[in-house]
């Protein structure tokens, strides 16, 4: 009785191991599957936008889009501005090095004033805030844009038929 009670133990050990394998396989063939995916839906989508910038050429902009490239371009030209973000993270960078620079000169150890520290925290935070409303911006704007092309295929097959 004891010896088929530890062949029988010895058996539904070697058959969870073999499940745990079978899952680590199957856990891993499910990331690697996921990770084509999302390859794969990007470069449908790169096509998508090939094929879409193909078939528009030629064609003027149509309100709406002429209206999203300027919101774009207003944008794109207030996060260049000099006293805007990249020009306030290039003025801390360079005042960020130059403490460090500094404290290598010093025998004695100095401290970044929290003051300092503070408002770059802030700055960063609201240019996190800024690129997070960009993000949501593109996003609405992409579905915007696929809203139109659909529009457009629609429109194209009524014509076609």
Do not use: C
């Amino acid at each position: 009785v004891f010896r088929s009670k530890q062949w029988y133990q010895r058996r539904v050990r070697e058959e969870v191991e073999e499940i745990r394998a079978v899952q680590a396989n199957t856990l891993s063939r499910l990331q690697q599957l996921k990770r084509k995916h999302a390859e794969l839906t990007h470069r449908v989508l790169q096509v998508m936008v090939d094929v879409e910038v193909q078939r528009k050429a030629g064609f003027s902009l149509q309100p709406q889009e002429e209206h999203l490239r300027v919101q774009l371009e207003g944008i794109q030209q207030e996060l260049n501005a000099p006293n805007q973000f990249k020009g306030r993270l290039s003025e801390m960078l360079s005042l960020i090095r130059m403490q460090s620079i500094n404290e290598s000169n010093l025998s004695s150890a100095t401290s970044v004033e929290s003051d300092v520290l503070s408002g770059v925290h802030s700055h960063l935070s609201r240019q996190q805030d800024g690129i997070s409303h960009l993000l949501n911006i593109i996003r609405d704007d992409m579905e915007y844009l696929t809203i139109i092309k659909q529009g457009l295929t629609d429109k194209q097959a009524a014509v076609v038929v």
